[in-house]
């Protein structure tokens, strides 16, 4: 589970910024938002209030630049990703770090880099003890090779396998040491340099990032008879029109006919690379586009399998396609990935949540995600401008965060707890009224000159 993330000198956030999971003892409200690992208690929320243009999503770009930085090396477009309020941020460090858990340890893996010149200068892995202490399991400098800890007690041949690892590296700074030890190495199950295989694992398999503008989305269970029954029962209790929904087959010609060229060059490469990766001979998959939800099947080499979902409404004679729905609707495919999954020890991280959604069918997705993932090790962050969510029935006061951009245009994020609102009062109005900052400031504005 996620701990706690912190950054500087990135996007609107110049000095150093955290968004900590961690619940406060002091807050007995929702009990049930928490799960404990050893002693430490977190929370299973974390809600992001601000206006526009104050710097929430940037908070959901962190977590889109962390993963692309493991999987990719610095990217080109994180160049321009340094805070641009003042000159000297283009040559400063920026720095980012995630405190996690895997299992019932907890670790803090992060890395430095000049983003203007796509350098990285440091690097880091600890692990986290209950007491308050770590054990750095390696770190590197910019200068020099990775260095591992004598704590973790290698054997002489694991020892000799880091450090040849480490040396073919010394040299690259594009480029992040933990991705390199996850690279084509095969590390046995009991090997100490296993370490480096959990956090990788963790931290790319384990956040999963909704934006508006991903083009497409990936679906885990439109693939039988059982979970397309629970869609159906789960659709009708968000009062959508859809009575139920169905597969229907289409050609590959059909296919190119729904989707712009671009995103169907996307699919394809996409479904390539997974075919590439995958061992199977048998691979599915669901994506969408914005007015397109259809599933892919390959069987060897044989022609891919390839169907859509049709919507029916009530009586109607004639059956509705993906395209036809609302906004809204198609929203909530989005969201019902998040209700349906069976992935374990996840963290859900949306912007926009509320997007094309009525404020009611908002705070019943809310509840059904609380009420559907209880059990589970699961945390969603989302960043929303949805008052009427802002309840203490729904959410602890240390759940609740705000985003603010002063007037030098740095954005500063903090914590609802630190105003210390009685159980009984009406968030949302203080809110609107402007008690905790984060909501938009307008200046005068006269249609005529005097």
Not at 255 to 282: A, G
Not at 370 to 398: A, P, Y
Request: proline residues 2%; negative net charge.
């Amino acid at each position: 589970m996620l701990t706690k993330i912190s950054f500087e000198n990135f996007r609107s956030f110049e000095q150093p910024t955290e968004l900590t999971m961690v619940s406060s003892t002091k807050i007995r409200s929702n009990a049930d938002h928490r799960t404990q690992i050893k002693s430490t208690q977190l929370l299973r929320y974390a809600v992001v209030y601000g206006a526009n243009a104050s710097g929430k999503t940037n908070l959901v770009e962190f977590f889109r630049f962390f993963r692309a930085a493991l999987e990719i090396g610095l990217p080109s477009w994180s160049a321009r990703l340094f805070c641009k309020n003042h000159a000297e941020n283009e040559r400063r460090d920026s720095l980012f770090e995630v405190q996690f858990s895997v299992g019932e340890t907890f670790y803090a893996y992060g890395f430095s880099a000049v983003l203007s010149e796509r350098r990285i200068t440091g690097e880091w892995l600890y692990e986290l003890y209950q007491t308050g202490s770590s054990c750095c399991i390696f770190q590197r400098d910019v200068a020099a090779e990775p260095q591992i800890t004598t704590e973790l007690a290698l054997s002489t041949a694991e020892e000799e396998r880091f450090r040849t690892y480490a040396s073919d590296f010394s040299d690259n700074y594009s480029s992040l040491f933990l991705s390199e030890m996850n690279r084509n190495k095969k590390i046995a199950e009991e090997s100490k340099l296993r370490v480096f295989r959990d956090v990788f694992v963790w931290l790319r398999r384990h956040l999963y990032i909704y934006t508006p503008s991903a083009p497409i989305t990936d679906f885990r269970y439109y693939y039988n008879a059982d979970s397309l029954a629970l869609i159906n029962r789960l659709i009708q209790t968000f009062d959508t029109g859809i009575s139920s929904i169905n597969i229907k087959e289409i050609s590959l010609t059909e296919l190119t006919k729904m989707l712009p060229e671009p995103i169907y060059n996307d699919v394809m490469n996409d479904l390539r690379q997974r075919v590439e990766k995958s061992e199977m001979s048998h691979i599915r998959v669901s994506m969408r586009s914005d007015t397109s939800f259809f599933n892919l099947e390959i069987e060897g080499s044989k022609e891919p399998k390839i169907t859509t979902i049709r919507m029916k409404h009530g009586e109607s004679f004639f059956d509705f396609g993906f395209e036809d729905e609302s906004d809204g609707t198609r929203r909530l495919f989005d969201l019902m990935d998040m209700l349906l999954t069976d992935a374990e020890d996840v963290v859900f991280i949306v912007d926009e949540l509320e997007r094309s959604l009525h404020p009611k069918l908002t705070q019943r997705f809310l509840e059904l995600f609380n009420e559907l993932r209880k059990d589970k090790r699961t945390q969603l962050i989302f960043t929303t401008h949805e008052s009427s969510i802002m309840n203490q029935k729904l959410f602890r006061r240390d759940e609740i965060w705000f985003v603010e951009r002063a007037a030098d245009n740095n954005s500063s994020l903090y914590s609802l707890d630190r105003f210390k609102e009685r159980y009984d009062k009406s968030l949302s109005k203080a809110y609107l009224e402007g008690r905790y900052g984060a909501i938009p400031v307008f200046s005068r504005f006269k249609f005529h000159s005097e």
